[in-house]
């Protein structure tokens, strides 16, 4: 149901864009956002996006990172610019969905599968 893709290894200082589509029998889309886990730590959410575009970021990445969604191509958006080694993690993208479900509509949370980042030093 979702997709995540755009990681990679990049320089410390560069740039990544990450992209996460929702697929699938989808009434509509709620909140999103996106977490990563560096290894031997826990999951941290690290941007949120509501379904009106209210946005948070965790301090450590404000200023450098942007989260945007297009909800034409059910399609959320991680640019990443300045990254720093500890930037280095899996990213995954989450999101609340109202999906078809007993002839109505249920709530469901999914996650998207991870793509991982890494920035060299």
């Known amino acids: 149901q979702l997709q995540a893709s755009g990681g990679g290894l990049v320089q410390t200082g560069g740039s990544l864009r990450l992209s996460c589509v929702a697929s699938?029998?989808?009434?509509?889309?709620?909140?999103m956002g996106w977490y990563r886990q560096a290894p031997g730590k826990q999951r941290e959410l690290v941007a949120y996006?509501?379904?009106?575009?209210?946005?948070k970021y965790i301090d450590s990445v404000k200023g450098r990172f942007t989260i945007s969604r297009d909800n034409a191509k059910n399609t959320l958006y991680l640019e990443m610019n300045s990254l720093k080694p500890e930037d280095t993690a899996v990213y995954y993208c989450?999101?609340?969905?109202?999906?078809?479900?007993?002839?109505?509509?249920?709530?469901?949370?999914?996650w998207g599968q991870g793509t991982l980042v890494t920035v060299s030093s």
């Open positions: 699938g029998s989808i009434v509509s889309i709620n909140d």
């Open positions: 989450n999101a609340e969905m109202y999906v078809p479900h007993d002839g109505g509509v249920s709530s469901e949370f999914y």
């Open positions: 996006i509501g379904s009106h575009d209210q946005i």
